[in-house]
């Protein structure tokens, strides 16, 4: 094992921590941040196996910048329908609101 | 004959259009333009009338009119005059003539006329496109535009028992579609092609498809049967009784019922090849099912009060008649089949229109409330009296030629039982006609009418009274003038003798 | 460069509605007017490009000259362009609903959304770079998650959120597969990654991952739980580019990369989203036929109908291109039918005021070129002769009986009867009466003839079956690996 | 240098676990609050991850971006959400 | 979620993430990718840092379109922003004011350089936006009151530039017979470095705006 592959284990996990909580938590403002975990370890997979025998791949490190701005992008706009939908509901959860 | 290639592939376009394009425009027009809707639709009715007289002349001095478009990878949408289109299309072109101005009559100040006729005219185009249709794909593609185009008609009135008929008939007709696209399909896949041809397209077939070609040949008689009425699936026809006179004329004379009827013909010739069907076996069980479904439909027919009902009813029994000449597998009973096509069509369309008159008239919907109506109606039971003697096989009207044929050509392949079935039926039919002919014209009438409506010149509308007259004296014609050239026995058998004759 | 080349390049498809999105956010007034055009000059860009294509067959734009796999190539085939024409074709027609349908305030807000969803479905049918589809694929999935919450009510707003959490969950999914292919193959660019070797154990964990989230995002049977909420909460025009557009999206990345990427994979995975895709079918219909509002009937006839394009796929293996291009002939017929079916109860409800179905007899009748939108549109949904529905669904049972695939046939079968039957629930209300329940507001013109327009062409398309099938398969996009001949 | 590779590994295990179980405590927390700051101090970590994955224009950006913006936001929407409400709904 | 679905689909997900992660193990990782056709054509993309010239020219593309999802999101949440109470966030940090008033041009130095500075080095638009934009912040934070209209006009003018410089200059080299975004050569350093110093300005503001709230803007009406 090389620490390359040990950081990719640790996106691995990360992704599936985030994914667990998004199945298992309620509240919207954990599930966001679960999916910017997740986003998180899929973006150590992405940079950790760039390390390569001659040196460093650069075109991981730009598709995850890119990455982190498209996430941060989608969590201020999910961040923003949560307030609302907790002003609507009640509760910033989504439990299903019936017919009408 | 010379015909430019150009006036050959546009003529069949033409007749479709003739009623297609009066029939969008109709749907556009306001409800008031009643003058201009009913211009509309006898102009329709008569440019096709003149076009289908061009087409007949073209046909009978072996002219060919064919239009093709690529539809599907190899497989054109093709529309096709033959022989067999023709026969079809005339009746439905002179009906549909009549009928439109019976319903014009018949709807007067009744709402929703512009959709009404509009969804007519569809359902006319559609026939047109059946009966000339190239191929499998082709027939499906206008007998599925015949089942959207009627379903508005049969729920017309929108009442919750209109509703209910139109989902019993959409309930049939689906189901039946489906059978019948299964069956498309899969021959599709054994042949290459869908093109209806003389002695049929699937007789080079392996010995090994033969039982997948009886299974797809029960499966296009089932998408075929539902509207034709054969006997398990005749359920929704009675139903259907609640539309209006003029759209029960429609189903039972002049599109659907036919459309089936007419599609059975063309299967079991055009590609099956009737030998063919005869040698796989399949002919002689159609003929049982027929035989069953005349016998069964005119028992049914007897225990009706409501007379349309009882109408309804003589259709499903009737109707097998052209089944079952088919079926026989000779050319006498195949021309017995056929002529019924038409004559069936012209004497069951008096029938209703007939029917109609009285409860437009006299708000008669009851053979028991029709004691003594001839006296009111005399036209208009003379025309139902006739159309009554055809049905039972009296001659000289156009039923009994059918009758004689059929039992004729019975005899010449050796199915005797049929005779009996015919005998059968016969008796059935003089049991619940006569006694509606006898209360009308001999019984006294009990009091008033339920809702009598006087008209000026007449016992009813003359738009009402009219077309029974005249398709009642056509009914008699046919009978009468069976020999003579065009007639519709003459033109069955150019059809029979181009199918079993020719190469 | 000439004159017309410059301007028949591809890049223009993803220019145009953008600079439109930033004009109509700075614009004052004239939102409409603008946005319509813009998206009628889209309409004439992807006619330009499809002439060109034509003539010269398929071709690439480098940009910024370095071509794969060190930059990005923009690449236009028969596939592409006829997703871009569908595109095209219908957001006109949404757009031109949309400018009678929203008020001043909400255009504000609709229009710049609008033309940047268009921009991204644009650049994602042009795009054939598994990172940048990524990229195309957020914007596509934010814009629409956007479009949706913009409605604002409850409902709207519980959906919207469900739905970006499953777009984000089924970007963060395809992501991670990129991320694996990436590092085996040291390209993004789908060509070059087919062409690698991959360790099998590899493919098939990005595969799945890829397959999984982009399965989320196109709703197949079970991923389709945030669909009928969102697609029935959403305001008449978003609701129809959402089943008619976006949820195509998915499917469309899905095809590219069965056939570039993964073009070994096995009968198992075929058979598995068959599988699916046939209980979509069913379950979706009979959802459909339960529903009891106008709305959530269609949004569930959408979850049957993208069963359709999964079913098929066994037939695939056996069936090649023939198989694709009907499958492809029923994306379309399907767009063209649903956003007139979504914009025609939009219509209902606007006229109304509820839509729930048993009350529609007062409604509908009034409403003659709606309720003709909604019959023409149903009968491509039913797979009725003649229309674009009827010739995919054709070509469909044709294959899987030539193949004795019959489990695939019947699904096909049922699944039309029971689109009768939810289609003529809706359908049986025209020809009864009532009177109105409240005062019926009017519904301007356009909103009526946008659908009716976008019915029509559903019914046009199976004339045009053939015509479509043979533009489809210029450039072999259903051949692995065919770029070379540009 | 074996001495190196061994505290490095040691690092390198101890930062992914860390990193992991900080994801799980942020995720999992009952307290909002909580979570965002647990959250933020995930971004920081992943920052120093970043360099240890020689990604130093990743780790410049995950701590601007995914630690600093992101907690600035998530703070704020924390904050308006557990304000208590005045708005209201309005359709279409 | 009850307590047997919540332990299955844990269980489910560990046998998802042990499989996914044997297989992660057996990726190659031989050969150099990208990095030697990087390294290779990065004399050609008028900027030493390998990231940046990914960022900035060999993936442009990317980024553009990543400018395209802020602006996105900015428009995304401006529709919701109808009816969300909007009064600035109480602080009391009267304390940290003093030190604001210190960091924030601190901070705006801080993004120049790294806007410059990431032509060779680690650093550009998008780390030196955000810095920009966590200035914004924390003055919304000590002080709410210093987004006077003007200051939102300026705002609202600066969230357009970063995309349509992008476009304007991808055009142009368009329209000097290259491909989209394909800067010529001479000119291609000093190119990057506008497109990235309004990229940062717009970056810099969306954000903020994004923290700070309903963006009012749209034209009036």
């Known amino acids: 094992m090389t620490p390359a592959q040990l950081y990719a284990l640790v996106g691995i996990g990360l992704f599936f921590v985030g994914l667990y909580a998004l199945g298992v938590r309620q509240h919207l403002l954990p599930r966001i941040l679960a999916l910017n975990i997740m986003g998180s370890g899929v973006f150590v997979v992405l940079v950790a196996l760039a390390r390569r025998s001659d040196g460093v791949d650069p075109v991981p490190h730009a598709m995850v910048i890119t990455g982190i701005v498209v996430a941060v992008s989608a969590t201020a706009l999910a961040l923003r329908l949560m307030l609302r939908v907790a002003h609507a509901t009640g509760s910033a959860t989504l439990t299903d609101t019936g017919d009408e | 004959m010379i015909i430019s290639p150009a006036f050959s592939s546009t003529l069949p376009l033409a007749l479709v259009a003739s009623s297609l394009l009066p029939g969008l425009i109709i749907f556009a027009l306001a409800e008031e333009s009643v003058r201009l809707r009913t211009a509309l639709n006898l102009l329709g009715a008569l440019s096709k009338l003149l076009l289908v007289a061009l087409m007949l002349w073209g046909v ?62 569809l359902c006319v185009t559609a026939t047109v496109g059946v009966a000339m249709a190239g191929n499998l794909l082709t027939f499906i593609l206008f007998y599925e535009m015949l089942t959207l185009s009627t379903y508005p008609l049969v729920v017309h009135r929108g009442t919750p ?226 159309a009554s003697l055809g049905m039972i096989g009296v001659p000289p009207v156009a039923g009994f030629i059918s009758k004689w044929y059929l039992g004729l050509g019975a005899m010449e392949v050796g199915a005797d039982w049929v005779l009996l079935v015919l005998a059968g039926s016969s008796a059935l039919n003089a049991l619940y006609f006569l006694p509606i002919l006898y209360r009308a014209w001999f019984l006294e009438p009990e009091g008033d009418w339920p809702q009598e409506r006087h008209y000026p010149r007449a016992e009813t509308s003359l738009a009402l009274l009219i077309p029974p007259v005249i398709t009642a004296s056509l009914a008699l014609a046919a009978g009468l003038l069976a020999s003579v050239p065009f007639s519709p026995q003459e033109w069955a058998k150019l059809v029979v003798v181009r199918e079993f004759l020719d190469p | ?116 969803l268009l921009t991204a479905m644009n650049a994602l049918f042009l795009s054939r770079d598994l990172f940048n589809l990524y990229v195309t694929l957020e914007l596509v999935g934010i814009a629409a998650v956007a479009l949706t919450a913009m409605r604002g009510q409850r409902e709207a707003l519980v959906a919207a959120m469900r739905y970006l959490l499953t777009t984000l969950l089924g970007s963060m999914s395809y992501l991670l597969g990129v991320a694996l292919l990436y590092h085996s193959t040291g390209s993004v660019d789908m060509v070059l990654v087919g062409e690698a070797p991959i360790p099998a154990s590899v493919a098939a964990a990005a595969f799945a991952l890829m397959a999984v989230g982009l399965l989320l995002k196109t709703a197949l049977f079970p991923f389709h739980f945030w669909l009928p909420g969102a697609h029935s909460s959403a305001s008449a025009p978003v609701s129809a580019a959402l089943s008619a557009l976006v949820v195509k999206v998915g499917f469309y990345i899905l095809l590219r990369l069965w056939i570039e990427v993964f073009p070994a994979l096995g009968d198992g995975v075929a058979w598995l989203l068959g599988i699916l895709g046939g209980v979509a079918v069913l379950w979706g219909s009979l959802q459909a036929i339960l529903q009891q509002r106008a709305k959530m009937l269609v949004a569930y006839s959408t979850v049957a109908q993208l069963g359709y394009f999964f079913l098929a796929l066994p037939l695939v293996a056996a069936g090649g291109s023939r198989v694709w291009g009907a499958i492809v002939l029923l994306v379309i017929a399907h767009a063209l039918a649903k956003a007139a079916m979504f914009m025609a109860a939009g219509n209902l409800l606007a006229f109304a005021g509820h839509d729930r179905i048993r009350d529609l007899d007062r409604v509908v009748q009034r409403m003659p070129l709606t309720a003709a939108a909604l019959g023409l549109a149903g009968v491509s949904i039913m797979g009725l002769p003649p229309s674009g529905g009827f010739s995919g669904k054709w070509l469909l049972l044709q294959a899987s009986l030539e193949q004795g695939n019959w489990p695939i046939a019947l699904v096909l079968l049922l699944g039309g009867v029971l689109a009768a039957v939810y289609v003529f629930k809706l359908l049986e209300h025209i020809f009864t009466s009532g009177t109105p329940l409240g005062e019926p507001r009017a519904v301007a013109r356009t909103m009526e003839w946008a659908p009716l327009m976008l019915a029509i062409g559903a019914i046009v398309l199976g004339f045009l079956a053939t015509t479509t099938l043979d533009f489809l398969i210029i450039g072999e996009p259903f051949v692995p690996g065919r770029r070379d001949d540009y | 240098m074996v001495g190196m590779t061994l505290v490095s590994w040691a690092f390198d295990i101890a930062l992914g676990a860390a990193l992991l179980w900080l994801a799980w405590r942020c995720l999992f927390t009952r307290n909002l609050f909580e979570s965002v700051v647990l959250f933020v101090a995930f971004g920081l970590l992943m920052a120093i991850a970043w360099m240890r994955l020689e990604a130093p224009d990743v780790a410049m950006a995950e701590a601007a971006i995914g630690a600093g913006l992101t907690g600035a936001l998530l703070m704020s929407a924390l904050a308006r959400l557990e304000r208590p409400r005045t708005g209201q709904e309005e359709g279409r | ?112 350089y790294l806007l410059w500075v990431g032509a060779y080095s680690p650093g550009g638009a998008f780390q030196g936006g955000a810095v920009l934009a966590g200035a914004g912040v924390l003055l919304s934070l000590c002080d709410p009151g210093w987004r006077s209209r003007r200051v939102e006009r300026i705002g609202e003018v600066l969230l357009v530039p970063g995309v349509l410089v992008f476009l304007l200059v991808g055009l142009a080299s368009m329209l000097l017979g290259g491909q989209f975004l394909e800067y010529p050569r001479d000119m291609a350093g000093s190119l990057i470095l506008l497109v990235e110093g309004f990229a940062m300005l717009s970056i810099a503001v969306t954000l903020h705006t994004l923290f700070a709230g309903t963006p009012r803007f749209g034209g009036g009406a």
């Open chain 2, 60 to 121: 009978y001095h072996d002219a060919a009119f064919e239009t093709r478009f690529e539809l599907l990878p190899g497989l054109p949408l093709i529309l096709r005059a033959d022989a067999l289109s023709l026969l079809f299309i005339t009746l439905s072109a002179q009906l549909w003539f009549l009928t439109t101005i019976y319903a014009v009559g018949y709807l007067e100040e009744s709402p929703h006329r512009s959709r009404f006729f509009g969804f007519f005219s």
């Open chain 2, 161 to 386: 028992v209109a509703r209910r008929a139109g989902e019993a008939y959409l309930l049939y007709t689906v189901l039946g579609g489906v059978l019948l696209l299964l069956g498309a399909v899969w021959l599709y896949t054994l042949t290459g092609t869908l093109e209806f041809r003389p002695q049929g397209i699937v007789s080079d077939l392996d010995v090994g498809d033969h039982k997948a070609l009886i299974i797809i040949f029960v499966l296009l008689m089932g998408g075929l049967g539902v509207k034709a009425a054969l006997l398990p699936l005749h359920g929704w026809l009675p139903k259907a009784m609640v539309a209006p006179a003029p759209v029960s004329a429609l189903l039972h004379a002049v599109a659907v019922v036919k459309a089936g009827a007419f599609g059975i013909v063309r299967v079991v010739y055009d590609i099956f090849g009737i030998q063919f069907a005869a040698t796989l076996g399949v002919m002689m069980p159609l003929a049982w099912l027929a035989s069953a479904t005349i016998i069964y439909g005119s028992v049914r027919a007897l225990f009706q009060d409501d007379l349309k009902r009882r109408l309804a009813y003589s259709t499903v029994s009737q109707v097998s008649y052209i089944a079952l000449g088919v079926a026989l597998v000779g050319p006498i009973a195949s021309v017995g089949g056929l002529v019924h096509l038409v004559h069936q069509g012209l004497m069951k369309i008096t029938l209703f229109f007939c029917a109609g008159n009285l409860a437009e008239t006299l708000g008669i919907h009851r053979i028991s409330e029709m004691n003594g109506v001839a006296r009111r109606m005399p036209w208009t039971m003379a025309a139902f009296t006739v």
């Open chain 3, 1 to 116: 460069m000439s004159g017309v080349s410059l301007l028949v390049q591809p890049v223009w498809l993803i220019l145009l509605p953008l600079v439109g999105s930033i004009m109509v956010f700075l614009l004052a007034s004239r939102r409409a007017a603008v946005g319509v055009a813009v998206v009628a000059g889209n309409l004439a860009l992807v006619a330009g490009s499809i002439g060109r294509l034509g003539i010269t067959g398929p071709w690439q734009h480098s940009v910024g000259g370095w071509g794969a796999p060190l930059g990005i190539d923009l690449y236009l085939d028969g596939l592409s362009a006829t997703m871009l024409a569908m595109t095209a074709l219908v957001s006109l027609g949404i757009s031109a609903y949309s400018a009678a349908y929203f008020s001043a305030a909400a255009a504000r807000h609709f229009w710049p959304l609008w033309l940047l």
């Open chain 5, 1 to 112: 979620m009850t307590g047997v679905v919540r332990w299955a689909f844990a269980g489910l997900l560990a046998v998802l993430a042990f499989g996914l992660a044997s297989v992660v193990l057996q990726i190659p990782g031989t050969g150099s990718a990208l990095r030697s056709q990087v390294m290779a054509q990065l004399p050609q993309s008028g900027v030493d840092h390998a990231v940046t010239a990914v960022l900035l020219n060999f993936r442009g593309y990317d980024t553009f379109l990543e400018l395209v999802v802020l602006l996105l999101a900015l428009f995304g949440a401006w529709g919701l922003s109808d009816s969300i109470d909007e009064a600035p966030l109480d602080t009391d940090i009267d304390v940290l004011t003093e030190l604001v008033a210190f960091l924030v041009p601190v901070l705006i130095v801080v993004a120049a």
